[in-house]
């Protein structure tokens, strides 16, 4: 059931798939700064010194701003905000840099996060997806996201947690 669900949002999120070509080109000047939203949702793993458990994730929603810190080939560095909502609810950063090749909708991230409220999870994020653009500045984009918790007060002993989710979003380019 989750690969029919991440096989439709990456081909939602491919231009390839759609008919509409001037509606999905890249623009022609990289934007120097970005503003994305976005929600996840996908599967806990979790494992360690015993059994490996698995479950539904918490819906994520995450909101970041990037910044372009190198032109050939165009990374971003982003930061932001995520929480966690339905069965649990957290309050967490998130930080790292995207890579989009250019002319190209693909982009891979990678990065960190950290939940601090109520309880502490430091973990690696991990990310790839593509963005179709729609008007001049609006872009929708889709993302297999993995997010490994690996520290923390939520923890159990010699334990982690993996979230696996798709995450789907729009994301707004400097005018």
Known sequence: ?????????????DP???KAAPATTPPAEPSLWQVEINAGYG??????AGAVGMRASPL?????????VNQEPLVYGYGGMM????D??????????????EGSSWH???GGAYVFDPYTLWGAQASAGACSRHGKTMSLCGDFQITAYFTGSDLGMKRDVTQAQLALGVMFDAP
Do not use: C, H, K, Y
């Open 83 to 86: 929480v966690e909502t339905l």
């Open 60 to 68: 994520t929603l995450q909101g970041t701003i990037a910044i372009a």
């Open 88 to 101: 649990r609810g957290s309050v967490g950063v998130v930080a790292g840099a995207r890579l989009q090749p």
């Open 43 to 48: 599967v806990d793993i979790n494992g360690g």
């Open 1 to 13: 059931m989750l690969i029919v669900i991440l096989a439709a949002g990456v081909a939602a999120a």
């Open 16 to 18: 390839s798939a759609t």
């Open 108 to 110: 891979l991230a990678g």
